[in-house]
């Protein structure tokens, strides 16, 4: 369980907009965003639309276990700003699949059950984390990060 809240708090990106002039209109659009850490690598494709919902399509690789672990996502949620922070709320996975990585470069695809447990860490994780800090540099790329240190860098696809 702990892996997905660590995975959890390190993609969910756009969120307090730390006095930078920037504001909700700004955050709206389609985002690359990847993070790295030596657990894990995060990709992420983040469409925020102007209407206050979002869209995020997430590859999750694992890298430390004997067989790496390799996790895909698509959850829509409601994103709005309040106290200088952006609140995602609703969240709504619409897909979830979880896989090993086999040495000969193929994938073992987990079943249902599985599957429905990863799915609802998922949510507990972003039931907990479902805000963190963004620093813009221009209005085509930011950094987020979250309190406890973990981050990650978008760019805005055109």
């Not at 997905?4 to 965003?33: Q, Y």
């Not at 106290?83 to 969240?91: A, Q, T």
């Not at 949510?123 to 790329?141: A, V």
């Amino acid at each position: 369980m702990q892996k997905f809240l660590l995975v959890w708090a390190m993609i969910l990106p756009m969120t307090a907009l730390a006095n930078s002039g920037i504001s909700a209109p700004d955050v709206v659009g389609d985002w690359h965003c990847v993070a790295d850490s030596e657990y894990h690598s995060v990709k992420a494709l983040m469409r925020y639309h102007a209407d206050g919902t979002a869209t995020e399509f997430m590859e999750i690789k694992e890298k430390v276990n004997h067989l790496p672990e390799l996790e895909f996502s698509i959850m829509n949620y409601q994103w709005q700003f309040k106290d200088n922070k952006l609140l995602m709320r609703n969240p709504d996975i619409t897909y979830y699949q979880y896989y090993f990585i086999l040495p000969d470069g193929g994938f073992y695809k987990f079943d249902d059950e599985v599957n429905a447990e990863g799915k609802a860490l998922m949510m507990e994780s972003f039931e907990e984390n479902n805000w963190h800090y963004i620093e813009f540099d221009g209005k085509d790329k930011h950094r987020y990060y979250f309190e406890n240190g973990y981050e990650g860098h978008c760019q805005r696809l055109k």
